[in-house]
């Protein structure tokens, strides 16, 4: 892993976890698999801290552990992953594509099971009911079964999965879950699809309904904790952890990424045709795989949407897409349009023309450059040379003596696609680090507006519950000055920018991960 990594790794854990999980997170990401003593030694952190910073690292899937190097009887190691530190980033895009999918109640489970790290059924289908409940009307409230049926479509369509089968060695970690991973640290942890039954509902009895939480129910805490184990062990699913399948998730972005570039390129016949076939294949094609399983035209044909009056033969015009798509070479072209919108953005149209011909020749001597793309040659060399030092562009030495003389050498620019998309796959690392240190900052300075905010916020909530008069209302939101309101405005203004611009930024990390990714399984 990278420098840049590492960085962005370490601010998302302390935005989430806090700073000491994230000393810890950090060292283990840097050092690799070490063993208790030597995370508290190098990181002179009291042994009771590193030991519930390793448990909320565990329970998130952060961090592994298994018998050490030396094999059974040594002590347990453990190891930070830096690729399940990095989704956190793309948890409100889970989290939204759960609400459009499934509605309300699935994105309230798919946010349970994201801040907890793993959870049962049981207890995931009762925390969202009595969430659902206590936002409905007096008087109502939601069913558990609705809860369980929302439950059920996301098992079904593989957004929810089982977490990985507990592999039992000699040594146990301090304060192990049931849904930790216990291998050797020289191992690879088991998945969540070597458990059959990964996709499988346990035979819950779930009936009842959401309760609306009270403001007397929040000193009792420990109680309500306690109650909570309890419901879940008598429900038939203890043991049983539920995980979100990032994968899955993945690959409905990869699939909705080549739906819009299917119809911004042909025709909206065309992508509903994609969109049908990806349908077809979501479960049964493995997230990694460079196709989708191959099917006939007769099941597309009988599968197409029947509001989209297509027709057998506008079908089979499309040959090409009639056997099987090619998501390698579907990711390939979404990465270069990206590479191409990056290099345009940066350096201006006639640059992005020349990157685009170099993509497209391959290897062009700078005379060639500047023919194809109509340039004038002091133009061209210019801007050859500044894509060539921010290495976007790669100068290729063919000789044709033995000496290597200038004067008896061709020089061929090219760009390589793959190597590049890495290169801005790293500043489009550094650029969200920057954004989320920026957000931090803003928040640090503000801190005290932002808590007299929060507490006046609380206040109206309270007394607006108890049926408070207008004025009183009217006299704890002037606790607040004008001055104060617009420097909150403002803040708040800025700060939902930032979040807008590294969610934008995220998509583009989202599409370079995919076609690096595409082209190892390729």
């Not at 590193?50 to 592994?64: A, E, N």
């Not at 049981?122 to 008087?139: I, P, Q, W, Y």
């Not at 006939?296 to 033969?313: D, H, Q, V």
């Not at 700060?495 to 590294?502: A, R, V």
């Amino acid at each position: 892993m990278t420098a840049q990594e590492v960085r962005l790794c370490g601010l998302l854990l302390q935005e989430h976890f806090g700073e000491v999980v994230e000393r810890i997170g950090t060292h283990l990401l840097r050092g690799g698999a070490q063993n208790l003593r030597t995370i508290a030694n190098e990181t002179n952190t009291p042994l009771d801290l590193v030991k519930k910073s390793l448990c909320v690292l565990v329970q998130h899937g952060v961090c592994d552990f298994g018998s050490g190097r030396r094999g059974p009887g040594s002590p347990v190691e453990y190891r930070g992953n830096c690729e399940r530190v990095l989704r956190i980033l793309r948890y409100p895009r889970y989290i939204y594509t759960a609400k459009t999918l499934y509605g309300d109640t699935g994105e309230l489970i798919v946010e349970e099971v994201l801040q907890r790290g793993h959870m049962t059924m049981s207890n995931t289908v009762k925390t969202v009911a009595d969430r659902l409940t206590h936002n409905m009307e007096e008087g109502r409230s939601m069913e558990y079964s609705e809860v369980v049926s929302s439950f059920s479509k996301l098992v079904e369509t593989h957004f929810l999965q089982r977490c990985p089968p507990v592999a039992e060695t000699a040594t146990a970690a301090p304060s192990a879950t049931p849904a930790t991973h216990r291998t050797p640290a020289s191992v690879t942890p088991p998945t969540a699809e070597s458990n059959p039954d990964c996709y499988k509902l346990p035979p819950v009895t779930l009936t009842g309904r959401g309760k609306r939480r009270r403001s007397s129910d929040d000193g009792e805490e420990p109680g309500g904790v306690k109650k909570a184990k309890m419901d879940s062990e008598s429900c038939g699913d203890e043991g049983i952890y539920w995980q979100v399948n990032f994968e899955r998730f993945h690959q409905h972005f990869r699939d909705q990424a080549i739906i819009s570039a299917v119809a911004s390129k042909l025709d909206q016949t065309s992508s509903e045709i994609v969109r049908t076939m990806l349908r077809m294949s979501e479960v049964t094609t493995t997230p990694t795989a460079a196709y989708t399983q191959p099917l006939s035209a007769n099941e597309i044909f009988r599968s197409l949407p029947p509001n989209y009056s297509i027709s057998r033969p506008i079908l089979d015009q499309g040959g090409s897409l009639t056997g099987r798509s090619d998501l390698h070479r579907a990711l390939a072209n979404l990465a270069r349009a990206t590479l191409e919108s990056v290099v345009q953005e940066r350096f201006g149209s006639r640059s992005a023309r020349i990157f685009r011909l170099l993509l497209r020749k391959r290897h062009l001597e700078q005379k060639q450059v500047e023919d194809f793309a109509m340039i004038p040659a002091k133009e061209a060399k210019d801007m050859l040379y500044t894509l060539l030092s921010e290495n976007l562009v790669q100068l290729q030495e063919i000789p044709k003596t033995p000496d290597h003389a200038p004067s008896r050498t061709f020089y061929l620019y090219t760009v390589n696609q793959l190597p590049t998309a890495r290169l801005l796959l790293q500043h489009c690392y550094k650029t969200v680090a920057n954004l989320i240190e920026r957000r931090l900052f803003e928040t640090k300075e503000n801190k005290r507006l932002l808590e007299k905010s929060q507490r006046i916020e609380a206040i109206l909530a309270s007394l607006q519950a108890s049926g408070a008069e207008p004025e009183q209302l009217t006299e704890v939101e002037e606790m607040i000055t004008a001055p104060e309101r617009q420097q909150l405005e403002a803040l708040r203004h800025h700060i939902n920018k930032l979040d807008s611009t590294e969610n934008q930024v995220d998509e583009t990390i989202f599409l370079l991960e995919s076609y690096i990714i595409s082209t190892k399984s390729k």
